[in-house]
């Protein structure tokens, strides 16, 4: 099974008092992480009718009862036009940034409310936050952890609303940097929703940047293989019982406090990351011990980075860290085929494996890099308190993404040998103009026969990508294609979206899951309007099973053996059988679907 975080160091450094520890501070490295609306990002907490809270930042108030969820998603054809286009507008373009909302397409009617959003953030150091871009309908106010901490308001989010609406969600706030300390915070957008009419869509939309540094420690230590703490890196602070005495330090911004008396208490902090060269480390645990020998096992049950210690006696405190090389695989929930314009999601999930000691991994910078036709949308992201780093980028040109991860531990914005990456895996994403999008059922009468799901789409350079499964239920039979050899598009004009042609034919070779056979499946989608449910059309055939084989009759026809799927018919009008005269194609006998939806996008 491949660790997270593989171990490196095959010992611990563990220094007394008669052996100075030495330590120099390298050049600390620059992170500036950018945070957009989006469904990931940003949760909502549902609505509440406005002027009813004494603390608006109650999220057990909200119609969530203090459950939080990913935010909505606006889509581009419902907000009105009036509202700041964030593919376009200056502040916003190239971003990310989508309008999101509590509820699609309103909740809670059309009264009076407020909506509350958040996003929560982990700092490893100290950091500058800017809102550098917000909008909202109809007006809202920022806060960082509390009520008493406004970080920017439009003004109109309280009190009565005013005689005459003003257009807020036609423009773009910025406010000032505001200085965050390190840990766990949170930023609230509170959204103040007017009663407006018969439907009341709500929306909000932002951009904003954490800036920070974390420090370079290089650390000049030397083996001791006993001490019962192998794989790991200790940076030890020594002090002694002397009245005034100083100790060593081996972190650098440290903070301490040694009673003169030499009794009471010594605080230390540590900071979370550190990094050297291309070596990153990411802080564990503090242990305590004696000053000469290894320091016991298990550690104290203190927090991740601060501690407090008894110096009645010559004392060791052990910051112990951990170097990180491997990141895990990088995944995602989502379709690897996606129309250009909207966003994709992937993550690097280093808390997702056991670990020698606790983990302490949220905050740790993580660089999401692009190559391809979006190479331009790289960006990089914190973990949160779990350890998971989720980026969301939106794919602006047609064409193959590879996505990867990776910890820049020199911050020169560039992958180097030696940095943390990810273990071999990349995911590819493709963007497509010209594709056909298709989920649902089919059924007679009350029960369901079958499903269908997935999308197929062309690229610029020609060639057919995308993934399409379809499930016959009767037979208990699940085919899954992920090879595509064609596909091509017919009939008349479609609307809703606006299309070329309303029909799309493609061939795609996969796996049957009764058997595993390599199978190749011809299939039909009509898009008649929307919504979908008895009114888009399916037919689907299986034309070819397992692989054919030269001298057997018929070669290299000899695996053809039709199935029909669901109870369609495709006639294709292809010569199964070369010798054979080309006969006429016969109409394809479709099934309307019962429920789902088709939509063909062929815009040529």
């Known amino acids: 099974m491949r660790k997270i975080f593989a171990i490196l160091l095959g010992f611990a450094v563990i220094l007394g008092l008669t052996m100075p520890f030495a330590a120099t501070a390298g050049a600390t490295q620059t992170y500036n992480i950018a945070y957009v609306s989006g469904t990931a990002s940003t949760k909502v907490a549902g609505w509440v009718n406005a002027n009813t809270l004494v603390d608006p930042l109650n999220a057990a108030a909200y119609s969530g009862t203090g459950s939080w969820s990913n935010a909505v998603a606006v889509p581009a054809g419902w907000w009105s036009s009036s509202w700041i286009d964030p593919a376009t507008n200056a502040s916003f373009a190239g971003s990310g940034a989508v309008w999101v909302t509590t509820g699609y397409p309103w909740e809670g009617g059309n009264g009076d409310q407020l909506r509350l959003f958040k996003v929560d953030l982990f700092l490893p150091s100290p950091a500058t936050l800017t809102i550098q871009a917000a909008t909202a309908d109809n007006a809202f106010e920022i806060y960082m952890d509390s009520s008493s901490t406004v970080i920017g308001t439009s003004g109109d989010v309280y009190g009565a609303p005013p005689a005459s609406m003003p257009s807020y969600w036609g423009q773009v706030f910025t406010f000032a940097p505001a200085n965050v300390t390190p840990g766990a915070h949170t930023l609230f957008f509170v959204v103040r929703n007017w009663d407006y009419g018969s439907e009341n869509p709500t929306g909000l939309l932002y951009k904003a940047n954490l800036n920070f540094t974390v420090p370079d420690v290089r650390v000049n230590a030397r083996d001791n293989p006993s001490s019962g703490t192998a794989n790991l890196l200790s940076v030890p602070i020594t002090w002694s019982k002397t009245a005034g005495a100083a100790p060593n330090s081996g972190v650098t911004n440290t903070a301490f406090s040694i009673p003169d008396a030499g009794s ?116 990089s992201v914190l973990t949160d308190s779990k350890g998971k780093a989720t980026f969301t980028y939106t794919g602006t040109a047609e064409g193959m993404d590879r996505i990867w991860a990776y910890l820049d531990s020199d911050g020169d914005g560039a992958w180097d040998s030696g940095e943390p990456t990810i273990t071999g895996s990349s995911l590819t994403k493709f963007w497509v103009k010209n594709f056909v999008t298709a989920g649902g059922n089919i059924k007679v009468g009350k029960n369901v026969i079958g499903t269908f799901s997935g999308s197929v789409g062309v690229l610029p350079d020609g060639g057919a990508v995308g993934q399409f499964e379809i499930a016959d239920k009767v037979a208990k039979v699940t085919y899954t294609l992920n090879q595509f050899t064609v596909l091509t598009f017919s009939g008349p004009e479609a609307g809703s979206p606006d299309a070329t042609h309303n029909m799309a034919r493609f061939r795609g070779m996969g796996t049957r899951s009764s058997d595993g056979a390599r199978v190749e499946v011809v299939v039909v989608l009509q898009d008649n309007g929307e919504p979908g449910k008895d009114v888009d059309k399916f037919a689907a055939e299986v034309a070819r099973v397992g692989t054919s084989t030269p001298g057997k009759p018929n070669f290299p026809n000899d695996n053809i053996q039709i199935v029909k799927l669901l109870g369609s018919e495709i006639h294709t009008g292809e010569s199964y059988y070369p010798n054979q005269p080309p006969q006429p194609p016969d109409p394809i006998k479709f099934v309307t679907i019962s429920g789902g939806n088709i939509q063909v996008h062929d815009l040529k």
């Open 264 to 379: 009471g208490t010594a605080t230390v902090v540590a900071p979370l990351i550190f990094t050297q060269s291309t070596s990153f480390y990411v802080f564990r645990q503090w242990r305590v011990g004696p000053a000469t020998g290894a320091p016991p096992i298990p550690p104290l049950p203190l927090d991740e980075k601060t501690a407090t210690f008894s110096v009645a006696t010559a004392q060791t405190a052990m910051a112990v860290y951990q170097k990180v090389s491997d990141l895990g695989p990088i995944s995602s929930t989502e379709p690897s085929v996606n129309p250009v314009g909207i966003t994709h999601t992937v993550s690097v999930d280093l808390g997702s494996r056991p670990l020698p000691l606790p983990p302490a991994v949220a905050g740790i910078p993580v660089k999401f890099q692009i190559d391809g036709v979006n190479s331009a949308q790289s960006g």
